[in-house]
């Protein structure tokens, strides 16, 4: 059953979950595609061990911008009780991989994340990065148009 998580969904408590909540390379497609604008920016990537993820990657501006949308990530997995796997390399290339540890693939609460992630989390992006995904400007003038 597709669900097409939104931003103002929430995560389920992971203990409640097991393997029928795993969700198929075909559903997760599917969930991929109806994420708020701009899903383009994920994408789906399989492990060396067969694990589905979603994956998104970014260049911030600098380092503190790496560090500032990584915490407000983190703060966002924390009231969501839902981890992603946060990696920072090169001082500002950031990668944020999230799949439900528990069933070792997605489900719903990825796609719930992810949508959280879009919506509430603003970077300031690197202009050579910007040039390169030019659907990911939503994202940095989002806080700007909040405020």
Known sequence: ????????????????????AKLSAEEAQVELSSLPHPSSLWSLKESQEGILSLSRKFTAR??????????EIGAIAEKENHHPDLHLTNYRD??????????????????VL????NRKVT???SPKW?????DAVSTSRKKEESE
């Open 1 to 20: 059953m597709s669900l097409h998580a939104s931003s103002s969904s929430k995560c389920v408590p992971c203990s409640g979950l097991d393997e029928s």
């Open 62 to 71: 600098n380092f503190k911008v790496a560090l500032d949308a990584i915490n």
């Open 94 to 111: 950031v990668e944020v991989v999230i799949y439900t540890h528990k069933v070792n693939g997605l489900t719903q609460n990825d796609f």
């Open 114 to 117: 992810a949508a959280k992630i």
């Open 123 to 125: 970077i300031d992006y």
């Open 130 to 134: 910007l040039r390169e995904n030019p």
